[in-house]
């Protein structure tokens, strides 16, 4: 079925998807991890990640906004079992004020318009595919300022802090992690304790993953020495994650540019606790002390280290 997403993509239509993430099979797994959602990460539609269960729903309604604005579909994640199944109490709308906050749609054109007839779902070869796909890519270009501004008018009118990204304890952060989704709440109990200990961490949790925040990201870590990118997903590439990729990519062209680590965890829903993520802190420390990068690539969480042949490995907490 991952071709139709390109179709909904490509034909612009406002659909707003919810995806609760699992590992991609085999061997077979259901549990949590991004590598669905990056395996299609570059199928036109906004990504936009949750870190509990008031985030996912009011992202769901911000989504419709934005799907039926930018004419592009929305992927709204949910990280699976992790929010998809927990209990967690959350501030729910009057239908009537969702109704109302959504508004009417008001398409650019009609199916059935005789007087303005449009072809859609046609044939599109080598004549003009090429300029549909470009304008398609302006359109998600565009969509950062609408997300920016549906997202500060759901948050004025009620409540939460909803932006490209989210940032805790960057304004004099030496040392930062970036993540997605449920896993920022752990970090930040992870920053507090490194903040006890003299450690200036600080968390980037990315909200809106595409469009991808890059002049941004760049803005906010333009003061921080050391970043460490904390993947849910492997591209089996070589090389490293995919958020490390679009990480290290945004800040290839930044004056102050800060040595880089990709940290791989929780694949297929293994835990991740807030002493391995002071275990990453202390590893980013070590790189600001010494200036040097041994592994661009670590593994948090991993066993069986002796069938890893490269890339360093950061012990599980519980054994």
Not at 16 to 31: D, E, F, K, Q, T
Not at 150 to 164: A, I, N, T
Not at 225 to 253: F, H, Q, T
Not at 255 to 265: A, G, H, W
């Amino acid at each position: 079925m991952f071709e139709t997403l390109g179709v909904a993509s490509g034909m612009r239509l406002p659909i707003v998807m919810n995806m609760a993430n699992r590992a991609l099979s085999g061997p077979i797994n259901i549990h949590c991890d991004h590598s669905d959602t990056m395996g299609s990460r570059d199928a036109g539609w906004i990504q936009i990640f949750s870190e509990n269960s008031q985030e996912a729903y009011d992202n769901l309604i911000m989504a419709i906004r934005i799907a039926e604005s930018a004419y592009l579909p929305v992927i709204v994640t949910t990280d699976g079992f992790i929010i998809s199944h927990a209990m967690e109490n959350i501030n729910v709308l009057p239908d009537d004020e969702v109704t109302k906050y959504i508004g009417e749609i008001k398409p650019p054109y009609r199916l059935l318009d005789t007087d303005n007839p449009i072809t859609v779902g046609a044939l599109d070869f080598t004549d003009f595919y090429f300029e549909h796909k470009r304008s398609q890519s302006e359109a998600m270009r565009k969509s950062k300022e609408i997300i920016v501004q549906v997202s500060r008018e759901f948050s004025q009118k009620y409540g939460g802090d909803y932006s490209l990204f989210e940032s805790y304890k960057m304004e004099d952060a030496e040392v930062a992690i970036i993540l997605l989704g449920s896993t920022a709440g752990t970090a930040k109990a992870a920053v507090d304790s490194m903040r006890t200990k003299g450690v200036k961490a600080g968390l980037v949790k990315i909200r809106v993953f595409r469009p991808f925040p890059e002049e941004e990201l760049c803005g906010v870590l333009s003061k921080v020495k050391v970043v460490g990118v904390m993947d849910r997903s492997e591209s089996m590439n070589g090389i490293g994650g995919p958020v490390y990729e679009e990480v290290r990519s945004a800040l290839y062209d930044s004056e102050s540019r800060p040595k880089i680590v990709d940290f791989i965890y929780g694949l297929g829903g293994r835990d991740i606790f807030v002493e391995d993520i002071e275990k990453v802190f202390g590893s980013l420390s070590e790189i600001d002390k010494t200036g040097k990068v041994n592994e661009k690539i670590a593994y948090v969480g991993l066993r069986d280290k002796c069938e890893i042949k490269t890339g360093s490995i950061l012990e599980p907490s519980v054994k």
